[in-house]
């Protein structure tokens, strides 16, 4: 709390042309505050992390390092506008912080009235796809949670990139971060996992919680410590007596099960029964290709450059002492790569950024915590 106190995130009042408000929320590196433009009124979730380079402690390095990995995969999010993923607005630095603005969302799972059955199986639908496509461009979130899904119009809105990994070739990795309790089991014995299924795992958990069904693995009783919890899902000891044999069931061991070979896939989640509706699906979500756009006039701006050197980095193929020339060649072969579908996505980033995004219209909130009537399954 005093650090907090004694830092940009809890005493400024005022960057650029937005005051900043009260705390929304507190994460292991951030602080998420309200902002309200100057000039408009509209207001902004800002949160506020680390910048780099970082002159601090070594933890709070690390802290920086997530926190420009999620403004680096935000910008490309936004730029690809891919949907059912928090829009970045803008970012600001000043004085070795980083202001990011998303947009403003007052609602999420866990903060709303539980989902009808039928509104959440659309609901999770949509919620699929959006990590089918994040899946394919080689990003798992990691932190799946009921406040980690915000809300907009009964859709969801995925947000907090802080943990996620970014794993463009379908590469295993390590990793800790994350909340234990949706954790996979792969992920809890810290070795090597396969992230996409690990993922797949925590939405199972997350699916069961909207639909007002037990944590398995809570199996002697919702007092149980996170410690034990945890003990529970690595040596699989679930309780499934009290979810009885359905097609429900059936979704949910395919979800949660405990080989992550026989875990259901996305695709084959998105087929069951249990999640069949009369609701129309949305179009496919359009993957940029690993062809460079011809839309990107070359040389690529510097900045994409500097941006896929840290991803890079995040991948262990680039380290900051070596030339940027090795990125760059990457970008003009003959190859297929994915650091020309991220550049595509990062020059949309870059198009919409030469705007004026502090000159924002004034928006009018949406009734809060109401889901929409018009879902039909």
Known sequence: MADYLETPRG???????????????????????????????????????????????????????????????????????????????????????????????????????????????????????????????????????????LIKDSRPILADFGFSIFAPNGERVMAAGGTPVYMSPEKLKDGSYDPRASDVWSLGLLFLKMMNVKHPYFAFGDDQGTAEVEAAIIEDQAGWEWLPKSSLAELARGMLAYDPWERWTIPQILEHRYLRTRAADDQPIPIPSRRLSSRIVRPVPQSIVDDLCFLAYLTKSFFFCESKKKIEEQLYNKERTWQKRWATMLHGWEQRAEMDWEDVPALRASPSGQWASNISC
């Open 11 to 149: 005493k400024l009042t005022r960057i650029g042309g937005w005051v900043l408000g009260h705390t929304l929320g507190r994460g292991a590196y951030a602080h998420v505050r309200l902002a309200t433009h100057i000039g408009t009124g509209h207001k902004a979730a800002c949160k506020i992390l680390p910048a780099l380079p970082c002159p601090r402690s070594w933890n709070q390095t690390l802290d920086a390092i997530e926190a420009h990995k999620e403004v680096v995969l935000l910008k490309a999010f936004t730029g690809a506008k891919i949907p059912g993923v928090v829009a970045i607005e803008g970012v600001m630095e000043e004085e070795g912080w980083t202001y990011i603005f998303l947009s403003l969302h007052s609602d999420s799972l866990s903060t709303t009235r539980p989902p009808s059955s039928r509104e959440a199986v659309v609901f999770f639908r949509h919620l699929l796809r959006t990590f089918h496509a994040l899946h394919e461009l080689g990003i798992s979130h990691e932190d799946v949670k009921r406040s980690n899904i």
